[in-house]
């Protein structure tokens, strides 16, 4: 089976117009990527097939837009300011500066996640660890926040940060929405935009980035009356790796998951809502994706329950984190309610509460490099992009057969006919097959030819166009007049076929 290595997805990225390093005229800049016309369709199909999937089906569920430029008092209660730290640790000879854990893991020392700086100078030590670019040796290891500061105003005298997840705008913004809403729980807030992360050691591609997109939703709720049923599908098989089986990996029911570990069902269900997206919505085979439960130092502080989202990706060398699920508590709005003064707590039915929160978070670069990894097929034939049709980056291309003036004129028409409601391409530089190439190895799906037949009047095709479908290479005649409804509907995104997993009627909490 052919599998893409960093270096040669990178490749594939910047040939194709998909992604490349910032800057790269001047040489690139670590851990910044700037997405070609490509990529950008790529990234802005999947940010609205996940708001279709998991917000805009869902009742009280809202998108915001929050600022990338936070104060600081924000950032100093939710405790940011003081634990989003890495540990960092320098070479002694030339100054040479790596993250102490990855580069342990990256020489197969076993450390734990979130080992701290005692115990990563320990292993360094015993290991005779030495730096792998002048083979000098390391300092004392030291925590190092992961945020980027900066100062606002004139005088640069008032201290702010570029936001480290766009969680924190979602708490920030909590109270209003909730107030000018149906005032009901549950109550989902999504933000999907710029998160920043000065990264010591950016690495893998667009796994590690100073600048990333995340795609995050914070789901309010009452933790006594969350009344989710996982009925629709506790027979779903989802791989789990367990903290107390030591991060072993089985696969287990959802109604085992929560009979076995103890796992509410609000959160189940969950599980099996994200793990259908990738399966169903995405196309990633289903072994190829699990969750990793987190415990111990490795789990975050503020979270009761935490599981990392990982898909196997054979260039990132395994499974990988590609979002999250967090059950988070009340951590948040407790932590803001003390630093801004103000009581964050909500009154719902006969109750006031400070509502406890769920979170499913996304790293939509990591995901866009994980379709390509997941979804990209070479034989010695063809070099396809298997993408679901919704995430298309061109829906279709438009070739006249020939560079004849008649077959050029009657593609440029359809061309130019589609090309306001549609994402379609048109090409007439090389043969038919090369044509085919380029828009395989992209994720066209169909490919739309203009032959002699459509042009000849006399022809029982006049006015048809073959339409080649991506997948198997086959293709049919299809009338013009019928081409656009037939393209709208295969790019169009359909949550309704997912209804076996919606939770409508959790709700519906109406009195």
């Not at 979130?114 to 360094?124: H, Q, V």
């Not at 980035?209 to 989710?228: N, V, Y």
Request: glycine share 8%; aromatic share 12%; proline share 4%.
């Amino acid at each position: 089976m052919f599998a893409l290595n960093i270096e040669d997805l990178t490749a594939l990225a910047k040939r194709k117009g998909i992604f490349a390093p910032t800057a790269e005229i001047y040489g690139g800049a670590s851990g910044l990527y700037d997405y070609g016309h490509i990529g950008a369709a790529i990234k802005r199909r999947f940010e609205s097939v996940w708001m279709a999937y998991f917000v805009e089906r869902m009742e009280n569920y809202h998108l915001i837009d929050g600022s990338t430029i936070l104060p600081e008092k924000p950032l100093v209660a939710s405790g940011h300011a003081a634990l989003f730290n890495d540990i960092l640790v320098g070479c002694t000879k030339c100054n040479t500066y790596f993250r102490a854990d990855v580069l342990l893991k990256d020489l197969g020392i076993d450390v734990s996640e979130g080992a701290n700086a005692a115990e990563l100078d320990d292993a360094i030590s015993k290991n005779k660890v030495i730096c792998p670019k002048c083979k000098g040796t390391f300092g004392a290891s030291r925590a190092f926040n992961m945020m980027f500061d900066l100062y606002l105003g004139p005088e640069r005298n008032e201290k702010a940060y570029l936001r480290p997840e766009t969680a924190q705008s979602v708490y920030l913004n909590f109270f209003r929405e909730f107030s000018i809403s149906k005032k009901k729980l549950p109550f989902g807030l999504a933000a999907v935009g710029k998160a920043y992360r000065n990264e010591i050691s950016p690495r893998q591609g667009l796994y590690r980035l100073r600048e990333l997109t995340q795609a995050e939703l914070q789901i309010f709720f009452a933790p006594d009356s969350w009344g989710i049923s996982i009925d629709s599908i506790k027979d779903l098989k989802l791989n789990v790796a367990m903290y107390v089986n030591e991060g072993r990996q089985e696969s287990i029911s959802v109604q085992d998951i929560v009979e076995r570990y103890n796992i509410p069902q609000f959160y189940a269900f969950h599980m099996g809502l994200i793990n259908t997206f990738y399966t169903e919505v995405i196309g990633i085979s289903g072994d190829r994706i699990r969750f990793y439960e987190k415990g111990g130092n490795e789990k975050a502080f503020y979270n009761k329950l935490h599981m990392d989202i990982e898909v196997n990706v054979e260039s990132w060398g395994g499974f990988r984190e590609v979002g999250g699920l967090h059950y988070r508590t009340d951590y948040d709005l407790k932590a803001h309610s003390k630093g801004s003064g103000q009581d964050l707590s909500i009154r719902t039915g006969d109750k006031k509460l400070v509502p406890h929160v769920l979170e499913l978070s996304f790293g939509v670069d990591r995901n866009i490099w994980m379709m390509i990894d997941c979804l990209y097929e070479k034989t010695d034939s063809r070099s396809i992009l298997k993408l679901p049709k919704p995430l298309a980056p061109v829906i279709a291309g438009i070739f006249p057969l020939q560079r004849e003036d008649a077959l050029v004129r009657k593609a440029r028409e359809v061309y130019l006919s589609l090309k306001p409601i549609l994402s379609v391409e048109f090409d007439m530089s090389g043969s038919i097959g090369r044509r085919y190439a380029r828009m395989d190895e992209i994720g066209t799906p169909f490919c739309i030819t203009i032959d002699y037949d459509t042009v000849d009047r006399n022809s029982e095709n006049y006015d048809t166009v073959t339409l080649r479908n991506m997948e198997d290479k086959s293709q049919m005649r299809i009338k013009i007049s019928d081409m656009a409804d037939m393209l709208l509907q295969a790019s169009k995104f359909d949550p309704s076929r997912f209804s076996n997993i919606s939770n409508y009627a959790a709700y519906a909490d109406d009195d």
